[in-house]
């Protein structure tokens, strides 16, 4: 009996501790998606930097608890899947609810934590249509190169203007 009780105990840390390793954890329901369906969740994920893993609700919940994301573990009810995002805090929301738009489909959003907050569905939901980090960063430096451009012509005008007279 002891040693079902410490297997257990090794999967609540080992859950936790992946918790704690995530940048972003996504609780979802499946029920309904048919085994092709969930593979290719699956795979798409993996292709965005996540896992998703099926794990007994009170394993998950006990887990979730000792990270101290109380609210979250309060959540996980019923038969779930958690997605888990390793760097991007955005890749699992954008992945799940692009799926859940899709026709006939069966995901439905439940709770989250990003970054050690947790989110509810309308948060999860603002932040799936935020654009990646990569295209973040992007945006950035074109907006700063715009503006480094721009300074350099204004100077350049300037030199020429200073020269003619």
């Known amino acids: 009996m002891k040693e079902v009780i410490l297997k ?19 609780a979802f329901k499946y029920q309904g998606l ?11 994920m993996r292709q965005n930097g996540c896992e ?9 919940s006990r887990a979730a608890a000792e990270c101290g994301y109380g609210e979250f573990a309060d959540s996980l009810v019923g038969p779930l899947a958690i997605a888990f995002a390793e760097s991007d805090v955005v890749a699992p929301a954008k992945v799940l609810f692009k799926q859940a738009s899709a026709e006939n489909s069966k995901i439905e959003v439940i709770k989250g934590v990003v970054d050690g907050d947790v989110f509810s569905f309308e948060q999860l939901k603002e932040l799936s249509v935020l654009p990646s980090y990569e295209t973040l960063l992007t945006q950035l430096a074109a907006g700063m190169l715009g503006t480094l451009s721009q300074l ?13 007279a």
């Not at 257990?8 to 996504?26: D, I, Y």
């Not at 048919?34 to 798409?44: G, H, I, K, Y």
């Open 52 to 60: 998703v893993a099926v794990i007994k609700n009170n394993i998950s």
């Open 34 to 44: 048919t085994v092709e369906a969930f593979q290719n969740l699956r795979r798409e």
């Open 152 to 164: 350099s012509i204004g100077l350049n005008m300037l030199v020429e203007k200073g020269q003619e």
């Open 8 to 26: 257990k105990q090794e999967e609540v840390k080992a859950v936790a501790e992946k918790m704690k390793n995530s940048a972003a954890v996504v």
